[in-house]
T-cell receptor, first 112, second 114 residues
Framework: KAGVTQTPRYLIKTRGQQVTLSCSPISGHRSVSWYQQTPGQGLQFLFEYFSETQRNKGNFPGRFSGRQFSNSRSEMNVSTLELGDSALYLC???????????FGSGTRLTVV | AQTVTQSQPEMSVQEAETVTLSCTYDTSENNYYLFWYKQPPSRQMILVIRQEAYKQQNATENRFSVNFQKAAKSFSLKISDSQLGDTAMYFCASIIQGAQKLVFGQGTRLTINP
């Protein structure tokens, strides 16, 4: 069965712009989470959605937002990009916490 | 607060050797799950093994096994008969039941040498 699909794989944006990243979970998975990975901060939790509702949010500024659609696909948006937003953004989907999360290959965002 | 610590930034072993990666965690909760993930250069995080905190028996998946010491809050990963394809970053992670949020350690870069 298809895995977690993230698009695009690479993105270059200019400071001040906004960006939207997309994630399609494994069929049947209703939970979708987003993580930011940087060399300095490691892997940090952004937010989690289940059935179109945000259930948990990490400690990120309001410029980071997300949503989930009725087909469980999710998008995250970052507005007013800063150089420090350059990172690998990973999406993960799950049936439930005990089974673990399946990750996509990520979107590499570079802000210049 | 929930924290996960991996004290070995890098490790290197010869092919076919056994290697153990260390992980300690801290939580005041009783119901949680622990995981080891592998991230090769392709960037995709791959679930290696998982452990339910309420289970005393250590999880095993083929060449991968864990040593779960709940009282010590330790969760180490043992890789037996290591292979070149095991070269990757390894992350230890925990999740509290109901929190929907994985907390990761800083990772251990493992290199398997031919």
């Amino acid at each position: 069965k298809a895995g977690v699909t993230q698009t695009p794989r690479y993105l270059i944006k200019t400071r001040g712009q906004q960006v939207t990243l997309s994630c399609s979970p494994i069929s049947g998975h209703r939970s979708v989470s987003w993580y930011q990975q940087t060399p300095g901060q490691g892997l940090q939790f952004l937010f989690e959605y289940f059935s179109e509702t945000q259930r948990n949010k990490g400690n990120f500024p309001g410029r980071f937002s997300g949503r989930q659609f009725s087909n469980s696909r999710s998008e995250m948006n970052v507005s007013t990009l800063e150089l420090g937003d350059s990172a690998l953004y990973l999406c993960a989907s799950s049936l439930g916490e005990s089974g673990g999360y399946t990750f996509g290959s990520g979107t590499r965002l570079t802000v210049v | 607060a929930q924290t996960v610590t991996q004290s070995q930034p890098e490790m290197s072993v010869q092919e076919a050797e056994t290697v153990t990666l260390s992980c300690t965690y801290d939580t005041s909760e009783n119901n949680y799950y622990l995981f080891w993930y592998k991230q090769p250069p392709s960037r995709q995080m791959i679930l290696v093994i998982r452990q339910e905190a309420y289970k005393q028996q250590n999880a095993t998946e083929n060449r991968f096994s864990v040593n779960f010491q709940k009282a010590a809050k330790s969760f180490s990963l043992k890789i037996s008969d290591s292979q070149l394809g095991d070269t990757a970053m390894y992350f230890c992670a925990s999740i509290i039941q109901g929190a929907q949020k994985l907390v990761f350690g800083q990772g251990t870069r493992l290199t398997i040498n031919p």
